[in-house]
């Protein structure tokens, strides 16, 4: 059975870091695709970042802020956010995909991926 579980969300101060965890069991995420995708209060989903063997895609909302990466070894997935700011306020997301795509047609939801996490609160306020 495919799970995604997130975990690390919370309550942050503008300019400081977080980091989320995503375990995954029932599969092996070496060959998947995996990423990041938020959705704000009516505000559509938005991808934030995918990542596969070959290398990363990020949104530009979150480059130069946000880091994520995978340790196959732990079936895990990280998204490392630092300089956050209020419009980050989001739920998290982890999703992951058998055919192992990461491209900008995934963050802008023109792919869809197969398996989805519940999701984890990410709030940034003073």
């Known amino acids: 059975q495919v799970q995604l579980v997130e975990s690390g969300g919370g309550l942050v101060q503008p300019g400081g870091s977080l980091r989320l965890s995503c375990a995954a069991s029932?599969?092996?995420?070496?060959?998947?695709?995996s990423g990041w995708f938020r959705q704000a209060p009516g505000k559509e989903r938005e991808g934030v970042a995918c990542?596969?063997?070959?290398?990363?895609t990020y949104a530009d909302s979150v480059k130069g802020r946000f880091t994520i990466s995978r340790d196959i070894a732990k079936n895990t997935v990280y998204l490392q956010m630092n300089s956050l700011k209020p419009d980050d306020t989001a739920v998290y997301y982890c999703a992951a995909d058998p055919h192992g795509i990461c491209d900008t047609e995934v963050l802008v939801n023109n792919y869809e991926y197969d398996y989805w996490g519940q999701g984890t609160q990410v709030t940034v306020s003073s």
């Open positions: 029932g599969f092996t995420l070496d060959y998947y695709g």
């Open positions: 990542i596969i063997r070959d290398g990363t």
